[in-house]
C-alpha cells in the first residue's frame, strides 16, 4: 500500500473541509444548483435517479484493511447498507444525503481516501493490473508510476478541465489484464533491445457511443521522460480537441479523425518543448515513491499439490480452487479471487458486514490488503496456499465463497435504469435472471471462460463493447429492449463486439444468450477452444442462424 506523506494527508483534509463549507451554502441556499454542480462533481457527487451517488477513489484498486472498515462504516451509517465496487477499481455509493456528504469525506481524509477527480471532465483515477506486483510475466510493478500519475495529475491547473473526462491506464506485464488498449492513454512497461526500460504509449482507446481501440504513438518512451510525454498529449488533446460537441470530444475522436502518425506528430512537436523540465523523472524520484509503499515480504514455500487438495475436499471448494486463483510469482502463494457475483445479488455490491469480513480476512490471510478488479471482484492477492481451506470457510461464512471466477455469471454490469438517470433500459434485473437461469456450474464449467459484459445505455459504463457477449439496453418506441454484441475482448488481441442483429425484448434476451452459448457449446471443435476464439474462428454466421434461423 502507498502511504501518504504530511503533503498528502493536507490536501485531502482541506479538500474535504472545503467541501464542507460549499454544502453548507447550498443547503442555505446561498448558492444555486447550477453554482454547485461543478463543485459537487469535482468531488466525485452525481446526481442520479433518485439520489446523490458518490464515487470514492481506489488508485489502481489498493484497499487496506482500514479503508475497508471505513468504506463498511460509510455504507452502514451514510447509505443503504451497502457499497458498489465499479470497473475503474473504485467504490459508489448510491444513497448519501447531501449533508452527510461533507462527513463522509472526512472519514474518508482519516483512511487516505478522497473522492477527488472522480467525475468531470478531468483525468480521472489510473488503473493498473490487478495482479500488479505479484505476476510471473511482470517486467516491474506499475503501481509507482501509477501513483505519480496520480500526485502529477491531481489539481493539475492546466488538465482540470479538459474537453471530457480522461483515462489512463498502466500495465507492467506481457500479458495485458489492465485493458490498456481501451483508455485514453495506455501505458505499457517495456525493455529495448539493448535492456533499457521505458514506455510503450498508446493513445485513443475507449468506449461508449463511438468505441475505438487505442493505437501506439510510440514505441518506447525512457522511463524519465513519462510525464513530460504525458503532458504533451494533454496539451495537444486540451489544444484542439472538440469542446462543440461532447459526443465527439474525446481524444479517441481526435486520434482517429487526425490519424495517429498526425497526432504523434504534434505530440512529439509539443515534447520537444517540455520534455527537459521539471517533470523529468530520476530513479532517485522513483525509488522515494516506491519506498512509499509498504509491501509484504513473502518467503518462498513448497508449493502445495492443489489437484491432490481438490481431490479430498468437497466439491465446492474443489470447484473454488478451480475457478478462482491465480498465480502468483512468489511460490507456495496465490491469489484469490473473492467473487461479488453470488445469485440473487447485483454484481458489484458488497454489504457493510462483508465489507467488515473482508477486512478481518486481509488482516488474517491477506497482509492487510486486497485489489478491486476491473471485472468488479475483489482480489487477495497474497495467500499462502496452506491457508486456503480456512479462508475458503471464512468467506463462506459471509457469503463470499461463490466459485464463479470467469465463467458466465461472473458478469459485469452497470446500475442501469434502476439508478441512473442516463440510462435507457434496466441492467440489474437482467443479469440477475441470467444468473438465475445459469446455476448449473458444471455447464458453466464445461463453457470455460466466458465474459458477460452489460450497460444500460451507450455510454457503456459496463464495457458491453469488450465482452464476448456484450449487452446494451435501448429505448426502442419507449420500450426496454436489449442488443446483443458479440466477440467483443479487452486484452492483448483487444477486439470490439459487433451487434448480431434485431435487438431482443427484456423477456427474449436471457434465451437469447441461452441460444449464444448452447450454439457454441456445440459447434466448437474441442473443449480447449474458448469461447472467442470458436467466434473469431466461425464468425457471426451460426449464432445469427440459431438466434433469428435461416431464410
Known amino acids: 500500500m502507498y502511504q501518504y506523506d504530511a503533503h498528502d494527508q493536507k490536501i485531502v483534509e482541506e479538500r474535504a473541509a472545503q467541501f464542507r463549507g460549499q454544502v453548507q451554502r447550498r443547503l442555505a441556499g446561498e448558492i444555486t444548483e447550477n453554482e454547485f454542480k461543478p463543485l459537487r462533481l469535482q468531488n466525485g457527487l452525481y446526481m442520479q435517479l433518485h439520489a446523490y451517488m458518490l464515487r470514492v477513489a481506489v488508485p489502481y484498486g489498493l484497499l487496506s484493511s482500514a479503508q475497508l472498515r471505513a468504506l463498511a462504516k460509510i455504507a452502514r451509517d451514510y447509505d443503504k447498507g451497502y457499497a458498489h465496487f465499479t470497473t475503474r477499481q473504485n467504490v459508489q455509493y448510491n444513497w448519501p444525503e447531501l449533508e452527510d456528504v461533507p462527513a463522509i469525506l472526512d472519514l474518508l481524509a482519516s483512511v487516505q481516501m478522497h473522492a477527488i477527480q472522480t467525475?468531470?471532465?478531468?483525468?480521472?483515477?489510473?488503473?493498473?493490473?490487478?495482479?500488479?506486483?505479484?505476476?510471473?510475466?511482470?517486467?516491474?510493478?506499475?503501481?509507482?508510476?501509477?501513483?505519480?500519475?496520480?500526485?502529477?495529475?491531481?489539481?493539475?491547473?492546466?488538465?482540470?478541465?479538459?474537453?471530457?473526462?480522461?483515462?489512463?491506464?498502466?500495465?507492467?506485464?506481457?500479458?495485458?489484464?489492465?485493458?490498456?488498449?481501451?483508455?485514453?492513454?495506455?501505458?505499457?512497461?517495456?525493455?529495448?533491445?539493448?535492456?533499457?526500460?521505458?514506455?510503450?504509449?498508446?493513445?485513443?482507446?475507449?468506449?461508449?457511443?463511438?468505441?475505438?481501440?487505442?493505437?501506439?504513438?510510440?514505441?518506447?518512451?525512457?522511463?524519465?521522460?513519462?510525464?513530460?510525454?504525458?503532458?504533451?498529449?494533454?496539451?495537444?488533446?486540451?489544444?484542439?480537441?472538440?469542446?462543440?460537441?461532447?459526443?465527439?470530444?474525446?481524444?479517441?475522436?481526435?486520434?482517429?479523425?487526425?490519424?495517429?502518425?498526425?497526432?504523434?506528430?504534434?505530440?512529439?512537436q509539443e515534447w520537444e518543448s517540455i520534455k527537459d523540465s521539471a517533470t523529468t523523472l530520476t530513479r532517485e524520484e522513483i525509488d522515494r515513491i516506491k519506498g512509499r509503499f509498504v509491501t509484504p515480504r513473502l518467503e518462498e514455500r513448497p508449493n502445495e499439490d492443489l489437484d491432490a487438495l481438490a481431490l479430498t475436499s468437497g466439491r465446492e471448494f474443489a470447484r473454488f480452487l478451480k475457478n478462482n486463483l491465480r498465480p502468483h510469482r512468489v511460490s507456495g502463494h496465490t491469489a484469490v479471487v473473492i467473487s461479488t457475483k453470488p445469485k440473487g445479488r447485483p454484481p458489484g455490491?458488497?454489504?457493510?458486514?462483508?465489507?467488515?469480513?473482508?477486512?478481518?480476512?486481509?488482516?488474517?490471510?491477506?497482509?492487510?490488503?486486497?485489489?478491486?478488479?476491473?471485472?468488479?471482484?475483489?482480489?487477495?492477492?497474497?495467500?499462502?496456499?496452506?491457508?486456503?481451506?480456512?479462508?475458503?470457510?471464512?468467506?463462506?461464512?459471509?457469503?463470499?465463497?461463490?466459485?464463479?471466477?470467469?465463467?458466465?455469471?461472473?458478469?459485469?454490469?452497470?446500475?442501469?435504469?434502476?439508478?441512473?438517470?442516463?440510462?435507457?433500459?434496466?441492467?440489474?434485473?437482467?443479469?440477475?435472471?441470467?444468473?438465475?437461469?445459469?446455476?448449473?456450474?458444471?455447464?458453466?464449467?464445461?463453457?470455460?471462460?466466458?465474459?458477460?459484459?452489460?450497460?444500460?445505455?451507450?455510454?457503456?459504463?459496463?464495457?458491453?463493447?469488450?465482452?464476448?457477449?456484450?449487452?446494451?439496453?435501448?429505448?426502442?418506441?419507449?420500450?426496454e429492449a436489449y442488443q446483443l454484441m458479440l466477440g467483443g475482448d479487452p486484452g492483448d488481441d483487444a477486439s470490439l463486439g459487433k451487434i448480431v442483429g434485431r435487438a431482443f425484448s427484456s423477456e427474449e434476451i436471457v434465451d437469447a444468450i441461452a441460444t449464444v452459448l448452447d450454439t457454441y457449446a456445440t459447434g466448437r471443435e474441442s473443449a480447449e477452444e474458448t469461447f472467442l476464439d470458436y467466434y473469431r474462428r466461425v464468425g457471426m454466421g451460426p449464432f445469427k442462424d440459431s438466434l433469428y434461423g435461416t431464410d
Not at 446500475?415 to 440477475?432: Q, W, Y
Not at 438465475?436 to 459484459?453: N, S
Open 119 to 268: 467525475s468531470g471532465n478531468c483525468i480521472r483515477n489510473t488503473t493498473s493490473d490487478p495482479l500488479a506486483g505479484i505476476a510471473a510475466d511482470e517486467i516491474e510493478d506499475p503501481r509507482p508510476y501509477c501513483e505519480l500519475i496520480r500526485q502529477w495529475s491531481t489539481f493539475h491547473p492546466e488538465f482540470a478541465f479538459l474537453p471530457r473526462k480522461f483515462k489512463i491506464a498502466v500495465t507492467g506485464s506481457a500479458t495485458d489484464r489492465a485493458a490498456v488498449r481501451i483508455h485514453d492513454i495506455g501505458v505499457r512497461i517495456v525493455e529495448n533491445d539493448a535492456g533499457e526500460r521505458g514506455f510503450e504509449v498508446l493513445v485513443g482507446g475507449g468506449l461508449g457511443r463511438t468505441p475505438h481501440i487505442a493505437k501506439v504513438v510510440r514505441d518506447f518512451l525512457p522511463y524519465e521522460h513519462l510525464l513530460s510525454y504525458l503532458e504533451a498529449i494533454l496539451r495537444v488533446y486540451n489544444r484542439y480537441g472538440r469542446r462543440d460537441n461532447k459526443y465527439k470530444a474525446r481524444i479517441k475522436i481526435q486520434v482517429a479523425e487526425w490519424g495517429v502518425e498526425k497526432f504523434a506528430a504534434a505530440v512529439e
Open 349 to 479: 455490491d458488497v454489504s457493510d458486514t462483508q465489507l467488515d469480513a473482508l477486512a478481518d480476512l486481509a488482516d488474517e490471510y491477506g497482509f492487510g490488503h486486497v485489489v478491486v478488479m476491473h471485472d468488479q471482484n475483489v482480489m487477495m492477492p497474497n495467500v499462502k496456499q496452506t491457508d486456503l481451506p480456512a479462508l475458503y470457510a471464512a468467506l463462506e461464512k459471509w457469503e463470499l465463497h461463490t466459485a464463479n471466477a470467469g465463467r458466465v455469471t461472473d458478469q459485469i454490469c452497470c446500475p442501469g435504469l434502476d439508478f441512473c438517470n442516463l440510462a435507457n433500459a434496466r441492467s440489474i434485473p437482467i443479469a440477475l435472471r441470467i444468473a438465475e437461469r445459469f446455476d448449473d456450474m458444471d455447464y458453466l464449467d464445461d463453457l470455460g471462460d466466458v465474459t458477460i459484459k452489460m450497460s444500460g445505455c451507450i455510454n457503456a459504463c459496463g464495457h458491453h463493447h469488450v465482452g464476448n457477449i456484450g449487452i446494451l439496453g435501448i429505448d426502442k418506441a419507449g420500450v
